[in-house]
Every structure is written in structure tokens, then in C-alpha cells.
């Protein structure tokens, strides 16, 4: 079956712009997680949902960034007033089961760049 | 605060020898512990995982220990291959918590 998608791969936006970036887990899967990875870095936690409900968000940097899967499946990560410190590889990940040795299947990221 | 740190940034080895990564984590409460593998463009693939209980995990080539006592962690790839090129992540977790933290990466070059 399909694996994690995101849309848009890359993303070019002007400072002070909104965007928002797209996951879609694998189907079934119950756990999403979604991560920021600046250059050079590895992935770092921004927030997790457990189907519908986001379980934690300790890992957003500001209140600028909002991240929803209302239906339980597809999600969307939100990101208001760009900043260029907002440029990244964001990262989206789905697992089946909410806890444990759980096994994350990542997408390939959406490449975000604030001019 | 870095928790999780890959301190070799890269490393080169020849074709059929063996590649050792290197991870060390600073949380005790870390029990679960997974490594990832990074082509270009492309998310993170899942590799090898291992539990605090045991010491040693084999999955083919690939071979994580785990000293805890250390909070040392290494990857052995045995043979290495041209295909094994990528950067590698070490990441931990608590078996119970939601939170993955990944190290920065080692970018393994396997030279034919």
C-alpha cells in the first residue's frame, strides 16, 4: 500500500505569509507525529495525535504554529506570519499503534524555505 | 539540550568491511532505542530498534548494542555495501512517552 505522502514537497514563502503543509499517513495508522528539521540537524519533535486528538504539542516553538487532524487520518500543520527561522524540512510520520515499540513511517517531507 | 548525540559527523568505509555508528544519550529514562536511514530527499527509514532489556539486536547485516550503563548505543553494518550510503539517526524514546529524539545524523559513504 501507499506509504506517508506530503504535499507541497517544497514550499517557497515571503516572510509574514501563512502556509500550510499537508500529511497523509498510511491508512489505518492511529498515531501522527510531526517533526521540524533545520539543516544539519536531526528530526525534532513538534507534536503528536492520537487519532483526532493532539495528545502533545510541547514541541511547537511559538503560537504560530497549529497543527489539526480533525477526521483522524489527514492532518495539516499550520504556520502563521513566516518567519525565516521557520525554514526547514518538515516531517511528518504515522505509526499503528499509539504507544510502545512502535515502528514510525515517515514521509518525505515538505522543504520549506521563508525569504 | 541535545538528549541524543552522533558525534562522528561522517565516516568512509571500504566495501565488505564492517561500519560502526556511534550514539550516546544523556536520559536515563530513554528504553527504547531505533536507528534510521536518510537517502536524499527522501523521510527517514526505519532500520533496526532495540528495548532496554536486551543488549544486542540482530536484524541480518545490521546489528544494534546497547550499553546502558554507558548510555552507549552502536550500529554494525557487516558487510558494508555501496547501497548503505546515507545518513544514519539514532533516536530514543521513553517505551511509554510520545516524544522520538533523534541525534544529528552520520552521513556513512561505503566506497566501492
Known amino acids: 500500500g501507499a506509504g506517508v505522502s506530503q504535499s507541497p514537497r517544497y514550499k517557497v514563502a515571503k516572510r509574514g505569509q501563512d502556509v500550510a503543509l499537508r500529511c497523509d499517513p498510511i491508512?489505518?495508522?492511529?498515531?501522527l507525529f510531526w517533526y521540524q528539521q533545520a539543516l544539519g540537524q536531526g528530526p525534532e519533535f513538534l507534536t503528536y495525535?492520537?487519532?483526532?486528538?493532539?495528545?502533545?504539542k510541547s514541541g511547537l516553538p511559538s503560537d504560530r504554529f497549529f497543527a489539526e487532524r480533525p477526521e483522524g487520518s489527514v492532518s495539516t500543520l499550520k504556520i502563521q506570519r513566516t518567519q525565516q527561522e521557520d525554514s526547514a524540512v518538515y516531517l511528518c510520520?504515522?505509526?499503528?499503534?499509539?504507544?510502545?515499540?512502535?515502528?514510525?513511517?515517515f514521509g518525505p517531507g515538505t522543504r520549506l524555505t521563508v525569504l | 539540550d541535545q538528549q541524543v548525540k552522533q558525534n562522528s559527523p561522517s565516516l568512509s568505509v571500504q566495501e565488505g568491511r564492517i561500519s560502526i555508528l556511534n550514539c550516546d544519550y544523556t536520559n536515563s529514562m530513554f528504553d527504547y532505542f531505533l536507528w534510521y536511514k536518510k537517502y536524499p530527499a527522501e523521510g527517514p527509514t526505519f532500520l533496526i530498534s532495540?528495548?532496554?532489556?536486551?543488549d544486542k539486536n540482530e536484524d541480518g547485516r545490521f546489528t544494534v548494542f546497547l550499553n546502558k550503563s554507558a548510555k552507549h548505543l552502536s550500529l554494525h553494518i557487516v558487510p558494508s555495501q555501496p547501497g548503505d550510503s546515507a545518513v544514519y539517526f539514532c533516536?530514543?524514546?521513553?517505551?511509554?512517552?510520545?516524544?522520538?529524539?533523534f541525534g544529528t545524523g552520520t552521513s556513512l559513504t561505503v566506497i566501492p
Open positions: 532495540i528495548s532496554s532489556i536486551k
Open positions: 510520520a504515522s505509526s499503528l499503534v499509539s504507544s510502545g515499540g512502535n515502528t514510525q513511517y
Open positions: 495525535f492520537q487519532n483526532e486528538a493532539q495528545l502533545d
Open positions: 491508512s489505518g495508522h492511529v498515531s
Open positions: 533516536a530514543a524514546k521513553r517505551l511509554n512517552g510520545n516524544q522520538f529524539y
